[in-house]
């Protein structure tokens, strides 16, 4: 979400920004206010914008988290703990 909200032009509203996106308004203003970082509860909950580069991964992975909110996390060898126990 943070890098499709990122990715709007300046120019264009909001409301059409919404329409190509296939968004309703109180969700853009939601998830702008949760990734700005004005939202109190943002702080209370440890949320962060994790970027993805998908290329990176190889093979089949050693592991998958899957989250009550149907995020996936795939964990492929080697295992880096200490990034692991960051994400997590």
């Given at each position: ?54 290329s990176l991964s190889f093979g089949n992975p ?19 703990l200490p990034n692991l126990k960051a994400l997590?």
């Open positions: 979400m943070a890098e499709l909200l990122s990715n709007k032009p300046e120019d264009q509203s909001v409301k059409q920004f919404c329409l190509d996106n296939n968004l309703t308004e109180a969700r853009y203003y939601y998830w702008r206010r949760r990734l700005s970082g004005t939202d109190n509860e943002q702080n209370s909950t440890g949320f962060i914008a994790v970027k993805v580069n998908r050693v592991a998958t988290l899957e989250f009550p909110t149907g995020v996936r996390l795939a964990i492929y060898d080697p295992i880096i997590l």
